[in-house]
């Protein structure tokens, strides 16, 4: 084997005439510690660089948080000093840093989120009421009950219940539960009084207010129907080191499970100022790719403009270069956009949060601006729609390598699937969603339009595109050892079913391991500083207890993490 390496300025060091000439190029050419040796060397191991031929390799070698040595054992000596942290693989696999690219940190790190009212794991709607009913007893009148994780697929009796039994236990305190997803919610009579919701009342565009058979409302809300009730919680009053702390403790976690990188997939100006200032301190340990949040309204260029951020701090840790826009609902909640009726919802196609005329708004403004468009589209009609309106957009204010994505894109129809590649437009999926739909995307649409369209990976690859990979974290695991084993098997964790669900869509092991690494660093425009171990590139690495390229698919998910470096840092060690 030969050492890879890649062009970087630096001193020629005089070393060792035994070196190889691979090793000698990579001494001249990358940063070094004064007196040539490494801050950090890694070596016995199998190391996958996910480089373009998706080269094995034994050894890495660090200074100053970035890659200078990648080759055999033989070759790493030189760079090993008295104070170099020399650690010994064993044989164990090391792969780039993964990377979730749709997340959301906040919502993980939020202690107070998981303190905070559950009716997850509930059996029917009865026990959703029965710990209502026993919450209520614990709080003052008036005090907003704000909770979830309530899933009507998991009840035997999975009807849409009315809020009557649940407002007969809260008559005093506004209670409002999301769905799990957070994609619709359930609210009782008091919290339906204190949004001015009654049967005159119109679905808002974008939602729906589920109503009775006399047309009153039945504490069910969709998507936009949601903010009608929720624009009333009261406000939240926390100082800047309160986000600065959950951030961080986010971040925590996802070194614990080899993450090493995110995309934060929707943040308020709050968020950014907490991401700066732990960047100022030094306290970052993931690599941040943050999504605007879309505003609806105002002057678009002037928002994207005063908060667009490229590489704050200098190190690439942290940056706002993409705005996030919410185009059509959830399966789950019937929102995702059809061509046809649902068939559990005859008279229900689906619902777009907001008007196609504000998406092609949005990504004239981003185009102007330098920002990339990502568009919540799950359903087939809500794909074809955004891929539309990005190709007027591009046509109207074309711009060079934009890079706009669709998140989620979990029902894709045939036609559109070439259309990906050929815009340049980026399908960022989340694996854990396909086998998690496969317990009522048959009711939903039934077996032909799921076969038809349900997360076509294989021919999206196939097609040309590169598929970023997340999880939608907290809504699921994140761990991407779960996503992983979604790709590569299209099962649940159960391994059901046996066979995979639609399972000629999956992605190779090489595809997936690409999805969480150099993919989703070619998402967020950071591909040629992250995403592969190569000489040059920032030091995000991680090592597994075991080989997810080559053991049982069903092993990937017991598989640990030994440690995780986050640029050069080891930020976890088990």
Sequence with gaps: MTGKNMLAAGPLFLIAASLTAASLIALACAPSADDGTADLVLRGGKVATVDEAFSIEQAVAVVDGIIVFVGPDEDVGPFIGPDTRVIELDGRLVTPGMVDAHGHPFNLGNTEEEE????????????????????????????????????????????????????????????????RGGNSAFVNAKALEIAGIDASTPDPYGGIIGRKADGSPSGFLVNMGNNLVSDHF????????????????????????????????????????????????????????????????????????????????????????????????????????????????????????????????????????????????????????????YEEAFIEAPGEDVRFRIEHAELVGPDDVTRFAELGVVPSVQPIHHPSDMEFLPHRVGPDRAEKYASPWRSLIDAGSVLPLGSDFTIYSHNPLTGFFAAITRQNEDGTPPEGFYADESMTREEALRGYTIWPAYAAFLEEVVGSIEVGKYADLVAFDQDILTIEPAEVLNTGVDFTIVDGRIVYER
């Design 234 to 389: 009261p406000a939240p009053d926390k100082p800047l080191t309160w986000y600065m702390e959950v951030l961080s403790r986010a971040a925590t976690r996802g070194n614990e499970v080899g993450l090493t990188g995110w995309h934060d997939a929707g943040i308020d100006p709050i968020l950014i100022d907490a991401y700066k200032a732990l960047v100022d301190e030094g306290a970052l340990t993931m690599r941040v790719n943050a999504m605007l949040q879309n505003p609806r309204e105002g002057n678009l260029e002037e928002y994207f403009s005063a908060h667009r951020v490229v590489d704050y701090g200098g190190r690439d840790l942290f940056q706002v270069r993409s705005v996030k826009v919410f185009f059509d609902g959830a399966l789950g909640s019937r929102g995702a956009a059809l061509f046809e009726p649902y068939l559990d919802d005859p008279e229900n196609r689906g619902v777009y949060e907001i008007r196609p005329e504000h998406l092609y708004e949005v990504s004239i403004a981003a185009l102007r601006t330098g920002m990339q468009v990502c568009s919540h589209a799950i359903g087939p009609r809500a794909v074809k729609e955004a891929l539309d309106i």
């Design 116 to 179: 905070s009212f559950s009716v997850r794991g509930s059996a029917s709607w009865d026990q959703v009421v029965e710990r209502v009913a026993a919450r209520i007893e614990e709080m003052e009148p008036g005090e907003w009950l704000i909770g979830g994780g309530w899933y009507q697929d998991d009840w035997e009796d999975n009807t849409i219940p009315e809020h009557d039994s649940l407002s007969s236990v809260s008559p005093d305190n506004p209670v409002f539960l999301y769905r």
